[in-house]
């Protein structure tokens, strides 16, 4: 949700503090990004393992009410005791795997954005050229914490890619949305204008760290858009709507 009043300097002043121990910073970061990580991956898996099982599940019940011989029946029923048991233990370590929500706060993006630039430069002795190349100076209320978590994620996917030499992010702010642009340029995409084939959404074999951010845009209403071109430029954009009230 945007927000143009100047009252951030809660969150500002801390920002100027943390950023003399940016290695700190980063390490705090990628603690985050790999349970992140482990969150994405757990409720991928139960969702992988529930639906079959719940498929088994009705199976067997509708099977066990046309059965007339009471042993068949028992059996069944065992099966059913034992699936409704695994069905539990998904539910339990999803769970476990889940954290509270983070309470939204009103942050300056780019400030937020030019920290998690600094610590991507700090922790990479040769990290590709990264520019902030558009600003904004208006502030939202966003999950803190999460919304790091979801930039660094997607900057480490981009600057990994191979052959790119160049990683610039663009931050807009439009009437409806903020969209943070995060674009990867080869060595001969320097000058190519922006992609203009758009991915679909992503699937079980995306990069883990572009799963943590669709699912950061996704608990914030937003979306994560992917474009490509025919050369290995990337461009990954998270889109953040404007909330009313």
Do not use: Y
Not at 32 to 44: F, H, I, M, N, P
Not at 87 to 113: N, Q
Request: hydrophobic share 45%; proline share 5%; charged share 30%.
């Amino acid at each position: 949700m945007p927000d143009t009043t100047d009252d951030t300097q809660s969150v500002t002043s801390g920002d100027r503090r943390a950023a003399t121990d940016l290695p700190a910073v980063h390490a705090a970061l990628m603690r985050e990004q790999r349970a992140a990580a482990l969150r994405v991956v757990t409720g991928r898996l139960a969702h992988r393992m529930r639906n079959p099982l719940a498929a088994i599940q009705a199976a067997c019940a509708s099977l066990r009410e046309e059965l007339d011989d009471p042993d068949q029946a028992d059996r069944l029923e065992q099966v059913l005791l034992e699936i409704r048991r695994l069905l539990d233990i998904i539910a339990v370590e999803v769970r476990a795997a889940e954290t509270l929500p983070e309470r939204a706060r009103r942050l300056r993006v780019l400030d937020e954005v030019e920290q998690v630039l600094d610590t991507v430069r700090i922790a990479n002795p040769a990290p590709k050229r990264l520019l902030l190349t558009r600003r904004t100076e208006s502030t939202w209320l966003l999950p803190r914490r999460s919304f790091r978590v979801a930039l660094h994620a997607v900057i480490e996917h981009l600057i990994r890619l191979p052959g790119i030499v160049r990683v610039e992010l663009a931050l807009t702010d439009r009437s409806d949305r903020l969209e943070i642009s995060c674009r990867a340029l080869g060595e001969h995409d320097e000058a190519e204008h922006p992609p203009a084939l758009q991915q679909g959404p992503l699937n079980n074999h995306e990069s883990l760290d572009l799963l943590i951010a669709e699912r950061f845009a996704r608990d914030v209403g937003g979306s994560l858009v992917r474009w490509l071109s025919n050369g290995i430029a990337q461009t990954v954009v998270i889109q953040i709507p404007t909330v009313d009230g």
